[in-house]
């Protein structure tokens, strides 16, 4: 069984468009995060979330946007896409109660194509 | 300056050959990840580290706490070793998770 999930694998839209990326975990995890992979294949932490807390990447514009229906979901909603948003972005997660030492799973990626 | 550097950037070797990825970071850490990606995109977690050496298979990652370097080695080196290999660190005290680089390697048959 998958342990973290996205769909979808691929979207290819239009700039300007609203999409959404989601994310579920079934390992039972407390927190949940999004990353954003540039072009050189560096990954970017854009938000952790848990039942407590929201912590936001600064750097990270307002139109990207967390939403988590229950704690094995967080989704990533995207307004007003433009064309430097094309990446893949890396949904994960990990257990709170193992820190410090805190191994994170990641999810497969969406690679994202804004025309 | 990126808290983590990773060396080299990218790495072209002969299959067997022996190799050698870098990581250095300037902030306090609790652990230190090494993570596979292959050209698909999905991410592996390698090796989670707090101190010492660990070993799985052919590769081998120590890390120095005092000298806030972290090597990952292959021994024996093959083409489905080829991916780029990221070094990523977590912040003593907090979740945060800071990634370098990363390092592209090829291994030639």
């Known amino acids: 069984d998958t342990a973290v999930s996205q769909t979808p694998k691929y979207l290819v839209t239009q700039m300007g468009n609203d999409k959404s990326i989601k994310c579920e975990q079934n390992?039972?995890?407390?927190?949940m995060y999004w990353y954003k992979q540039d072009s050189k294949k560096f990954l970017k932490i854009m938000f952790s979330?848990?039942?407590?807390?929201?912590?936001i990447n600064e750097t990270v514009p307002n139109r990207f946007s967390p939403k988590s229906p229950d704690k094995a979901h967080l989704n990533l909603h995207i307004n007003s896409l433009e064309l430097g948003d094309s990446a893949v972005y890396f949904c994960?997660?990990?257990?709170?109660?193992?820190?410090?030492?805190?191994?994170?799973?990641f999810g497969p990626g969406t690679r994202l194509t804004v025309l | 300056k990126n808290e983590v550097e990773q060396s080299p950037q990218n790495l072209t070797a002969q299959e067997g050959e022996f190799i050698t990825i870098n990581c250095s970071y300037s902030?306090?850490?609790?652990?230190l990840h090494w993570l596979q990606q292959h050209p698909g995109g999905g991410i592996v977690s390698l090796f989670m580290?707090?101190?010492g050496k660990k070993k799985h298979g052919r590769l081998i990652a120590t890390i120095n706490i005092q000298e806030k370097h972290s090597s990952l080695h292959i021994t024996a080196s093959h083409p489905r070793d080829s991916a780029v290999y990221i070094c990523?660190?977590?912040?003593?005290?907090?979740?945060?998770?800071?990634f370098g680089t990363g390092t592209r390697l090829t291994i030639i048959p």
């Open positions: 390992l039972g995890h407390d927190t």
């Open positions: 580290l707090s101190s």
């Open positions: 979330y848990n039942n407590k807390e929201l912590i």
């Open positions: 902030v306090g850490i609790s652990a």
């Open positions: 994960a997660s990990s257990q709170d109660e193992l820190r410090p030492v805190i191994t994170q799973y």
């Open positions: 990523a660190v977590v912040e003593g005290g907090n979740e945060k998770l800071t």
